[in-house]
């Protein structure tokens, strides 16, 4: 099942017909009835499903398992280990393979959700945090980030496409660059005591905020704003003078210890009653009151009110069991903290695969090796095989009332 409208009250979710237990991923195309499965018994098969209609649009299988797949209005882009594959949304023709590409066994990637632009970002280095930014619409890269010293982590857009955040497996400095320029505008610090896995990145809508969850029970929220000359010229207060006191002290520290007083903190928090659990954060407007909805592996979604003007400690306002896990005991996940997971999907997706079905068509492309499968014909649609030109049955991403 997948969401189909979120409420403070209520969330509401709607059945995908697909005929296979051990999906590990899922996206969907904004709130549209365009769905893309991958199944742990099939990882190398990708199928396009329109859920409404309960009908396959198509199907491609790949030279190795699945690790990501990433989607906007004109590209669809699927991500294995040493290689990613941009097809055309519209007619899933293969446009460009990009092959030999630094191992990724995360299958870590952003797509732009504005279509105009298409920027795809993957890492540029298995060693260290560089970003390749390339263009999935001209199919040309872009330009290359030199955004962390560690290996990257999480990589997320905003809604335009102009900025684009990074942690790196170190979990302690988030990035905000700009697009596509690539320069840097912002650096929050997470944390100092201890290294993190950063499992998600997301910002606001209007990319006033940005969110970061972890293995840890704390989630941050940090406030994307510039401190301009002026403003602390026209109140001199005592703290403005310590703060200069301290930036001009700054430049005859240590790089390292420099940097860390440039960095801001976090604007907001919440603390989960869990440890070690994969979840996902998003930042939203809902019913007018912008929320944090944190989405964890136990199969609950936790709702928060976020204070924008003040910030601090966020509200858990609700919360809805969205998924059935099993447990040895049904126990409340907000009581009770549930052990690790014993392996991320890019893990579990790593184990051996099953070959293709039969059903698929052999033939590899040119340019890389993505098999076509079957595919509806032409004439079962109004302008190819994928329309969407039309609003009705893939309306554009908006945010819930």
Same mark, same amino acid.
């Given at each position: ?29 904004? !709130?549209?009835?365009?769905? %893309?499965?991958?199944?742990? /018994?099939? +990882? ?6 329109? #859920?409404?209609? &309960? ?112 942690? !790196?497996?170190?979990?302690? %400095?988030?990035?905000?660059? /700009?697009? +596509? ?6 650096? #929050?610090?997470? &944390? ?210």
């Amino acid at each position: 099942k997948i969401p189909s409208s979120v409420k403070v009250s209520a969330v509401c979710l709607v059945p995908v017909p697909v005929e296979c237990p051990d999906v590990y991923i899922v996206e969907r195309l904004f !709130s549209s009835s365009l769905v %893309v499965v991958v199944s742990l /018994s099939m +990882p190398r098969r990708m199928n396009v499903y329109h #859920f409404k209609k &309960g009908t396959e649009i198509c199907n491609y299988s790949y030279s190795n398992n699945i690790l990501s797949v990433r989607l906007n209005r004109q590209r669809l882009v699927v991500c294995l280990e040493e290689s990613i594959y941009i097809h055309n949304i519209k007619d899933m023709k293969l446009l460009k393979t990009l092959l030999n590409t630094p191992t990724n066994p995360s299958g870590l990637c952003a797509l732009s959700v504005n279509h105009s632009n298409s920027y795809l970002v993957y890492p540029g280095s298995a060693t260290i945090g560089e970003i390749t930014v390339y263009d999935a619409n001209n199919l040309s890269t872009v330009t290359l980030i030199q955004a962390h010293d560690s290996p990257l982590a999480a990589l997320t857009f905003n809604a335009s496409g102009t900025k684009l955040a990074s942690a !790196s497996e170190k979990g302690t %400095v988030i990035r905000v660059f /700009s697009i +596509p320029e690539g320069q840097k505008l912002f650096e #929050f610090r997470r &944390g100092m005591k201890r290294y993190v896995s950063i499992s998600s990145l997301s910002f606001s809508a209007d990319t006033q905020f940005l969110c970061a969850s972890s293995n840890t029970e704390t989630v941050h929220i940090f406030k994307l704003e510039q401190h301009s000359p002026s403003q602390d010229e026209e109140s001199p207060t005592w703290s403005t003078y310590v703060g200069k006191m301290f930036t001009a002290a700054s430049t005859y520290l240590p790089t390292q210890v420099s940097d860390m007083m440039h960095q801001d903190r976090a604007f907001a928090t919440v603390r989960l009653n869990m440890f070690g659990l994969k979840n996902i954060c998003a930042l939203a407007m809902i019913q007018k009151l912008p929320r944090l909805l944190v989405a964890s592996s136990n199969g609950y979604l936790y709702i928060y009110n976020v204070d924008p003007q003040d910030g601090g400690e966020c509200v858990l306002v609700q919360k809805h069991r969205c998924a059935h896990v099993e447990q040895k005991e049904e126990e409340d996940p907000e009581d009770v903290s549930l052990p690790p997971t014993s392996q991320s999907y890019a893990a579990t997706v790593a184990l051996p695969s099953t070959p293709p079905s039969s059903t698929t068509l052999m033939g590899y492309s040119e340019d890389g090796g993505a098999q076509k499968g079957e595919v509806i014909p032409e004439h079962e649609f109004a302008e190819g095989p994928v329309c969407l030109d039309d609003e009705n049955e893939f309306p554009p991403v908006g945010n819930q009332s």
